[in-house]
């Protein structure tokens, strides 16, 4: 999985191509990790070119967004696809996160 930042004025955007697993949710969570010392008020996170997400990955989010709370930052996702977005239906996230149809709305939150 490629993971990609780009820090903008007030949000910091992490976008993630590829498939998250076991194998590659170590690399999420330490450029989400890095991202939080920024001290950005939100992390947009681009779901658009992740085409697939396990159960580790899924763990990585959880994480993320419990660590994102202490840091008193707002994570929001967009983009999901559709085998991703089935994924965070069925596991519940879709209630549990912020989670937008484009960037536009991501960084209107």
Known sequence: MEV???DKKDYSVITLKGRMDATTVARFEEVCTATLEKNFSKIIINLEEL??????????????????????????????????????????FTAILKICDTYDSAVKI
């Open 4 to 6: 990609l930042v780009s």
């Open 51 to 92: 085409e697939y997400i396990s159960s580790a990955g899924l763990r990585g989010i959880l994480l993320m967004e419990k660590l994102s709370k202490k840091h008193n930052t707002m994570l929001v996702f967009y983009g999901l696809q559709h085998m991703v977005k089935e994924v965070f239906d069925i596991s519940g």
